[in-house]
Structure formats: structure tokens, C-alpha cells
């Protein structure tokens, strides 16, 4: 039997590819789609083909009217938070790729997962090069003692820091916090520059036109330092084959999953 999808974002720039590409699945159907600004539209007539007769929804809660296994959130980050909480009250898995959420709403969101008994997965990134750059960045953290997160993004990007950022951050706390020389809080001049302290991370966030989505781990020991960064290009290709993955990992999964890396054979 086919794992039923819903994709709430289904007409932005991953959701549209990740639709067509669901439809295309041999164990995947397209079961719903959901975008505020094209509700009630036909989604084959919106992107020019011919197999995807589905109405479109203005919400989650209006698509999960038709039974869904998995929902897939691609919108933003005044919204996923809710789409997340009505998908799992209804007993239905969740693969989120929004960035916008806190460490406190991941921790509201496990519980309500467990609550309900479905599964969740959040990768803040769902391309292959993000997922080694979190994993490198991991090991390198093992070994040296100082680093710190630049975030790029396009000028556009209303959240700050990103998704990506913020999973990094939260992966690289769990193996150890950094060490700091020079504590923030007795900088001499302006102490916002030097960035946004997240889980005891000096985070750095650029909007500037040009970028899509890069982040930076540099780590700096006595006379040497490494970095290791991700650049995201302008299409959704690299997004698509890892959220798959995660679309048909997250049935086997209760509570909550934080990066593509732990379900991945």
C-alpha cells in the first residue's frame, strides 16, 4: 500500500519539485497539498501537467481532512509550528523542512509526538552536503576547543539564525560546549557584535543578496584553524532525495528525530 503525503508549501521552491516527485513514487501517493495563496486552484493546472488532479488547501487542518500518513511541511516560520501540532493531534507523522523553530518548541514538539505515538523528523537541512557538514563539524569538535557559526542567507530570509544554523548548533552543544577566552559579556564596545549566543554557540547571521543558505563552522586552536562550510545553489534538487528518505523513515519513528543523519542506512 501507498504511504499517503501531504505537503503543506506545495507550490514553493522545494514544494513544487518535492510534489512532482512524490507523484512519480512507486510507494508514494500525492494525498494533499497546501498553500495559502493558490486555495482552491487545481495543483496539475498550477504546474502545467497532467497526472496531479488534487485541489489545492488554504490549511493543514482543511487538507488532513482526507486521510494522510505523512505530513511534509515546506512553508515558514510564523506557521510550521502550528502545521507540526494539528498533523501530530491527528495522529499523523511529520517531516519538517521550515526552519523558525526553537530547542523549546522541538521539546513541545517530542512530547506531543509521544503523546499521539507518531514520529517526527527535523533535519534543519535536508541536502547530503549539510548532513556531513553537521557530521564533520561533530568530529571536529571532539578535538579542539574554540568555535564559532556564521549563518548566510539571502536578504529575504525573515528568521535568523536559519534551520541549518540552528540544528548545527544544537549538534555541536551535544558533544561539548566551546571554550571562550574572552567572555561576550565583559567585550569592550559593542557586545552585539559579536553575535547571538545559541545553546553557549557564538552565532553570526548574514542576510545579503547572493546567498540562498551557507553555514560556516570555524574552529580556531593555537597557531592553526579549520572550517567547514555548506553552500546551498539556487535549485531544490539537493533537498528532495533527502526528504524522501525522511518521508518514508518517519512511520517507524515515535517522538522526535532531530537530523537526516540518525535515520539514514
Same mark, same amino acid.
Given at each position: 500500500m501507498k504511504l499517503k503525503v501531504c505537503i503543506a508549501g506545495a507550490t514553493g521552491w522545494v514544494g513544487k519539485p518535492l510534489c512532482l516527485a512524490v507523484a512519480e513514487a512507486n510507494d508514494l501517493s500525492l494525498a494533499g497539498a497546501v498553500s495559502r495563496t493558490h486555495k482552491g486552484r487545481n495543483l496539475g493546472d498550477l504546474f502545467g501537467v497532467f497526472n496531479l488532479d488534487l485541489t489545492v488547501s488554504g490549511s493543514v487542518a482543511e487538507a488532513l481532512d482526507v486521510p494522510a500518513d #505523512? &505530513? #511534509?511541511?515546506?512553508?515558514?516560520a510564523d506557521v510550521v509550528k502550528a502545521n507540526v501540532m494539528t498533523a501530530i493531534r491527528r495522529g499523523v507523522h511529520v517531516v519538517i523542512g521550515s526552519s523558525g523553530l526553537t530547542d523549546e518548541d522541538f521539546a513541545e514538539i517530542n512530547q506531543a509526538a509521544l503523546e499521539h505515538k507518531v514520529g517526527v523528523i527535523a533535519a534543519g537541512n535536508f541536502a547530503i552536503t549539510a548532513v556531513l557538514l553537521q557530521r564533520f563539524a561533530c568530529e571536529a569538535a571532539k578535538y579542539l576547543s574554540h568555535w564559532e557559526i556564521i549563518d548566510y542567507a539571502s536578504d529575504a530570509k525573515q528568521d535568523a539564525p536559519s534551520g541549518t544554523t540552528r540544528e548545527l548548533a544544537f549538534r555541536l552543544s551535544q558533544v561539548k560546549r566551546p571554550s571562550v577566552t574572552h567572555p561576550v559579556e565583559e567585550t569592550l564596545g559593542e557586545k552585539d557584535s559579536r553575535g547571538t549566543n545559541l545553546n553557549g554557540i557564538q552565532v553570526h547571521s548574514l542576510r &545579503?543578496?547572493?546567498? #540562498? =543558505?551557507? #553555514?560556516?563552522? =570555524?574552529f580556531g586552536a593555537k597557531d592553526e584553524r579549520l572550517s567547514i562550510r555548506h553552500d546551498a545553489g539556487s535549485g531544490a534538487e539537493p533537498y528532495i532525495q533527502g526528504t524522501l528518505l525522511a518521508i518514508r523513515k518517519v512511520r517507524d519513528r515515535v517522538g522526535l528525530i532531530r537530523g537526516l543523519d540518525k535515520v539514514m542506512e
Open positions: #505523512v &505530513l #511534509v511541511d515546506y512553508t515558514k &545579503l543578496p547572493g546567498y #540562498v =543558505i551557507s #553555514v560556516e563552522a =570555524i
